[in-house]
């Protein structure tokens, strides 16, 4: 109960420090969507390994948000994620919305019965990451401040390609290229939340969501989990959550706040659901919680 009440004073010291009034500049954005990160010879029709650029349209360093949408890893649309690009982008900060493969969920549509399986979803990431890497120049933000963050399912590939370094080494880079690290109302212990849907009022989840996502076996669910790799925490992290996802963020935050990594800012949203956050930060033109992003970014961008 005490954890508890700590949390909720910080929650309300933070949004003390916030104006509900948009605060700096706002920049004209430029919009460029479609675009394939895969090479050539191996995009042919995919229009999932695909992503949508935001750039606002200034003269100083740009920081780029690298921003992966929600979706159960099974239906995400990238340009669902557009509204809120545009709002980060309109206040400085470049985004990326991430699409990738995805995987089956007749738990949710009969049609959704094919698709692929982790690692594959993550493999997207990486591969969006060093597109986006390497064609800073070529659009002007800058490489140097990438940040990456997501909802839902999203932050929880945000969180594992940040904390797992298997996937940017494998395409020629390290998890050290991010500033920050911004997972939104995920869940980030595969085992855990196995556990949940299996003892749920919808029990067949366990099998039809989590196992055609991760596979089968504790060892599959826990090599998916961000929590396996809290040894490799090193960047400033800003974990926020909704009141649905609240016990899966508490879990996430508990577990980091029993190594030695300190640099860590939690803010939990008691008044909004899973929804209702996400269309905050989308929707709304006076939005704390996107106010808190942008805070974080700026304060970790590197300045010249």
Not at 81 to 101: P, S, Y
Not at 117 to 132: E, G, Y
Not at 232 to 248: C, G, Q, V
Request: glycine share 8%; hydrophobic share 40%; with cysteine.
């Amino acid at each position: 109960m005490k954890k508890a009440l700590i949390t909720l004073i910080v929650f309300v010291c933070l949004c003390s420090n916030i104006s509900f009034c948009q605060t700096g500049e706002s920049y004209e954005v430029v919009e460029y969507k479609e675009i394939s990160y895969m090479p050539k010879s191996l995009f042919s029709k995919d229009t999932l390994r695909t992503l949508n650029l935001m750039l606002p349209l200034k003269d100083d360093k740009i920081p780029l948000l690298i921003w992966i949408g929600g979706g159960a890893w099974s239906y995400g649309d990238k340009n669902q994620e557009m509204d809120l690009a545009k709002k980060f982008a309109a206040q400085g900060i470049a985004v990326a919305c991430i699409g990738h493969r995805l995987s089956p969920a007749i738990w949710r549509d009969s049609t959704l019965n094919k698709g692929i399986q982790h690692p594959k979803h993550i493999q997207d990431v990486a591969a969006s990451v060093k597109w986006l890497y390497e064609k800073a120049n070529e659009y002007g933000y800058d490489r140097d401040n990438f940040f990456i963050g997501g909802y839902s399912s999203g932050g929880h590939l945000a969180a594992l390609i940040s904390l797992d370094s298997t996937y940017l080494n494998q395409v020629g880079l390290s998890n050290k290229i991010f500033k920050g690290i911004i997972p939104i109302s995920g869940t980030y212990d595969i085992v855990d939340y196995y556990n949940v849907m299996l003892n749920s009022g919808r029990p067949e989840l366990a099998e039809l969501h989590v196992e055609a996502v991760f596979g089968k076996g504790t060892e599959s669910f826990k090599q998916a989990s961000p929590v396996s790799y809290l040894q490799n925490l090193s960047r400033p992290l800003l974990l926020i959550s909704d009141n649905n996802m609240y016990n899966y963020s508490k879990l996430f935050e508990e577990k980091i706040r029993m190594t030695e990594f300190r640099n860590m800012q939690v803010v939990y949203s008691y008044e909004l659901s899973h929804g209702g956050l996400w269309r905050n930060l989308s929707f709304d033109e006076q939005s704390i919680y996107r106010q808190i992003v942008i805070k974080f970014i700026e304060k970790n961008s590197e300045k010249g």
